[in-house]
C-alpha cells in the first residue's frame, strides 16, 4: 500500500484545491474508498465518510484527515509540484488524505486486524478557512462514535517521530476587533476635537497588560493587534481607528476573562481621551484539548509500532486547528508526525511557499493509523 500511498499524495499535490472547493480530491477519495470495497457518502459540500463494521459489537473510532490547500504560490520546483496557480499543499492535508486512504485500504482488505466496533473514516474539506469541522459534525459523521483521532505532520518533527499530549495541545482562536471613536477636527486645534490616533495609542498600551496582570501566570495566552488603520489626512483629527487582532488562548476560564479584560482596558484607556472603544470578539476555532486517556492509549499504540524511541509528549502549539470543535463532542487525541528531513531538502516550516515533506513518513503514518483503528477504543 505505502508505494500508492505515495502515489495518490502525489496526484493531490498536484491539484491543490482551497476549503469547500475539493471536488476533485473528494472524488479521488471517493473512488479509491470504493476501489476498496468501502461505500463512500458525500457530505458537506466537499467531505466524504466511509464506515467500516467488522460486525461485531464494540467501540467506534473515527479517524480524520483534512483535505483542502492553501492560497499560496508554491516554490519547491517539485516534479508533482502544484499545477494550479496561487494554490499549495502548504499544510500536508495532501500527506493526510493520503494516509487516511492508505489505512482505510489496508483496514477493509483485511478487516480481522479489528476485533469488533467500527472504523469511520472521515474526510473533512475546509479546515484552513474553518467550518470544515462543525459542518462534518453537523452532518452526522460522528454520531456514535466513541473515540475521534487525527495525525498531523510536522517538519517541526524528524521523520516517524510522534508526539501528543494529554489536555490543550494547540490553542483557541479569536478574532478580535476594536473600533476606536473620536471627534474629527483641524489638527490644529485639537482642543475641539477628540483625536482618535492618540486615543488608540493608548488602547494598544493598555491591552499589553492582558497577559501581564489579568492572565494566569500558569495559563497561556496570545493577543497580537496585527493592523492599526485609521485618520485620513496628516493635518485633521482622525474620527476612527481600527484594530484588528487574534487572541489565543487554551481553556475556557483564560478565554473568558481574556474577553473581559479587552473590553474593559480598552473602554478605559479609550475613554480616558474622551473617546469610545467599540469592542467585538468573533470566537473561532476552540482549543484542541485531548483526552487524557485516550492521549496515553495513543501514545502507548504508537511506541509499539515506531519504537518507544519515536515517541514523546508533545509541547502545546499556540496555533490552532479545527479539530478542536470535533474533540469538544468526542473524547480523542490528535498529536504530530515528524516530516523534516534535511537530506530530502524538507525542513521549511508548514504554510511556506518552500514546505515539502519527507514522503518516508507517509507508511509510517498509515501504519500508526491502522493501529490506531485496532486499539485507541480498547
Ligand atoms: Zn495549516
Ligand atoms: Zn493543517
Not at 468573533?282 to 515506531?306: M, W
Not at 499556540?318 to 515528524?338: K, N, Q, R, T, Y
Request: hydrophobic share 45%; glycine share 10%; proline share 6%.
Amino acid at each position: 500500500v505505502s508505494e500508492r500511498v505515495i502515489e495518490w499524495r502525489r496526484e493531490i499535490h498536484r491539484h491543490p484545491e482551497l476549503g469547500f472547493e475539493e471536488r476533485r480530491t473528494a472524488e479521488l477519495v471517493e473512488r479509491t474508498l470504493a476501489a476498496a470495497g468501502l461505500e463512500p457518502q458525500r457530505v458537506a459540500v466537499t467531505g466524504v465518510v466511509a464506515r467500516l463494521p467488522t460486525g461485531r459489537s464494540g467501540p467506534t473510532v473515527a479517524l480524520r484527515a483534512d483535505m483542502d490547500a492553501l492560497p499560496i504560490e508554491e516554490r519547491t520546483g517539485l516534479p508533482y509540484a502544484s499545477r494550479s496557480p496561487g494554490r499549495m499543499h502548504a499544510c500536508g492535508h495532501d500527506g493526510h488524505t493520503a494516509m487516511l486512504l492508505g489505512a482505510a485500504t489496508a483496514l477493509a482488505g483485511a478487516p480481522e486486524e479489528l476485533a469488533a466496533g467500527e472504523v469511520r473514516l472521515v474526510f473533512q474539506p475546509a479546515e484552513e478557512i474553518g467550518g470544515g469541522a462543525r459542518r462534518m459534525l453537523a452532518a452526522g459523521v460522528y454520531e456514535g462514535a466513541d473515540v475521534a483521532a487525527a495525525v498531523h505532520l510536522t517538519p517541526r518533527l524528524p521523520t516517524g517521530r510522534y508526539e501528543t499530549r494529554p489536555g490543550a495541545i494547540a490553542a483557541a482562536a479569536d478574532h478580535v476587533s476594536i473600533d476606536v471613536l473620536g471627534r474629527a477636527g483641524h489638527g490644529a486645534r485639537p482642543q475641539e476635537g477628540v483625536d482618535a490616533v492618540v486615543a488608540a495609542a493608548s488602547v494598544v498600551s493598555a491591552l499589553q497588560s492582558l497577559v501581564s496582570r489579568e492572565t494566569d501566570p500558569f495559563a497561556t495566552t496570545v493577543l497580537t493587534l496585527g493592523t492599526v488603520s485609521g485618520g485620513s489626512a496628516p493635518n485633521v483629527l482622525a474620527e476612527r481607528v481600527a484594530l484588528r487582532g487574534v487572541l489565543r488562548t487554551f481553556d475556557e476560564p483564560a478565554q473568558r476573562r481574556a474577553h473581559e479584560a479587552i473590553r474593559r482596558l480598552a473602554a478605559g484607556a479609550a475613554g480616558a481621551h474622551g473617546a469610545e472603544a467599540r469592542v467585538e470578539v468573533e470566537v473561532g476555532s476552540a482549543a484542541v484539548v485531548n483526552d487524557p486517556k485516550v492521549a496515553a492509549r495513543a501514545l502507548r499504540v504508537a511506541a509499539d509500532v515506531l519504537g518507544p524511541e519515536a515517541v514523546g509528549e508533545a509541547a502545546p502549539l499556540s496555533s490552532s486547528e479545527d479539530f478542536g470543535e470535533v474533540l469538544a463532542a468526542v473524547p480523542g487525541c490528535f498529536g504530530f508526525l515528524g516530516v523534516r528531513n534535511p537530506e530530502v531538502g524538507a525542513v521549511h516550516p508548514v504554510h511556506t511557499p518552500e514546505y515539502r515533506m519527507d514522503e518516508a513518513a507517509l507508511a509510517v503514518g498509515t501504519r500508526l493509523l491502522c493501529a490506531f483503528a485496532a486499539a485507541l477504543g480498547a
